[in-house]
């Protein structure tokens, strides 16, 4: 049995209405499934839409890929549906405890009241699941997801297995993009998740990535927006002058330009904005990037680096714009 570890901070939070099924599915092997499979002997993800949410959550909070914590969920107790030692009460012979099976030095120093009811409790999924990523993220991840998940359970073939699993998962979900939700979604008595759907952008983001992508490298350069350097609201500028879409030129009327996106809504091709730069307030922001997954951004960080992808799960993120043409 895997030897875990973990930390907590994140909310439950499944939406209130599931949106339609676009259809991916994945043959139904997974064990613990057998009662609650569709008439059509397949199933979707698997995956308890209460855990289901979560690992999103969790992994837009951290920056880590909900995949890659759902895979964890599932080797470690199947999702919350092991009857193994540990995974409901006790620990198991190593030690573990709960569905993402923590060792209990290791909850007490990374564990968290992620659902705010005035208790850590380890076999809770609601604070299990994002002490899972927090403990991935301050193991390397999603950078050094090896080292992190070797971290979280010193085997190789633990690691190997992890991460085959995420990639299923990640080619399930791949395959519901353009759906109208980025929140899991659910079909069946059984409450579970058919897919995760990655929020496909539209043509004009996708096309303002595709050319952010290709300044990968380029070096920051103030006030400028191209060919050869850029800073950081020139780039976005730039980005979606290429797609036909014109945004204004510096990063405080970009944010004012709207339209505003929820937290947790974003989608790739949003703009995602930070109080940060001289002269910055919570109503001009001095730093924007271009947001191309959940957590991540391609960016022009400041004076003396180049256009990298960063994380954007930061202090000082105040929010996130959605360009869109303008008559």
């Known amino acids: 049995m895997p030897l875990l570890i973990g930390a907590v901070v994140a ?19 997974d064990s613990g ?85 005035g208790d850590k409790d380890v076999y809770d999924p609601a604070d299990a699941v994002p002490g899972a990523a927090r403990y991935l993220k301050h193991e390397g991840a999603p950078d050094k997801i090896h080292q992190a998940l070797f971290r979280y359970n010193h085997s190789t073939t633990y690691v190997q297995s992890v ?47 595709t050319f952010a992508r290709a300044q990968l490298g380029k070096p920051y350069g103030w006030g400028a927006e191209g060919p050869d350097s850029f800073d950081c609201s020139g780039l976005t500028f730039a980005a979606y ?32 904005f930070f109080n940060s730069g001289p002269g910055t307030t919570t109503t001009n922001p001095g730093h924007v990037g271009l947001v191309i997954a959940p957590g991540k951004m391609i960016a022009a960080p400041r004076t003396g680096t180049v256009i990298q992808i960063q994380s954007y799960n930061r202090s000082n993120l105040l929010g996130f714009t959605r360009p869109t043409p303008r008559r």
Request: proline share 7%.
């Open 241 to 272: 002058r290429s797609a036909g879409i014109t945004i204004p030129r510096v990063s405080g009327d970009q944010w004012r330009h709207g339209p505003k996106v929820p937290r947790g809504r974003e989608r790739p091709g949003d703009l995602v």
């Open 33 to 117: 499934e057998a009662a609650c499979q569709p008439p059509s002997g397949q199933t979707g993800l698997g995956i308890p839409a209460v855990y289901g949410a979560l690992y999103l959550k969790a992994g837009q909070r951290y920056g880590i890929g909900w995949h890659v914590l759902a895979a964890v969920g599932k080797i470690e107790s199947d999702h919350g549906r092991g009857t193994e030692p540990g995974i409901k009460s006790g620990t198991n012979q190593a030690g573990a405890a709960g569905p993402m099976q923590f060792l209990a030095g290791t909850w007490a120093a990374f564990g968290v009241d992620g659902d705010r009811d």
């Open 163 to 209: 991460l085959r699993q995420a990639r299923a998962y990640a080619k399930a979900g791949e395959t519901t993009r353009g759906a109208s939700s980025t929140a899991p979604q659910a079909s069946g008595a059984c409450g579970e998740v058919d897919a995760f759907p990655v929020q496909a952008p539209g043509q004009a983001a996708s096309k303002a990535i």
């Open 11 to 29: 909310v439950l939070m499944l939406a209130a209405v599931f949106v339609a099924v676009l259809g991916a599915v994945l043959p139904g092997s």
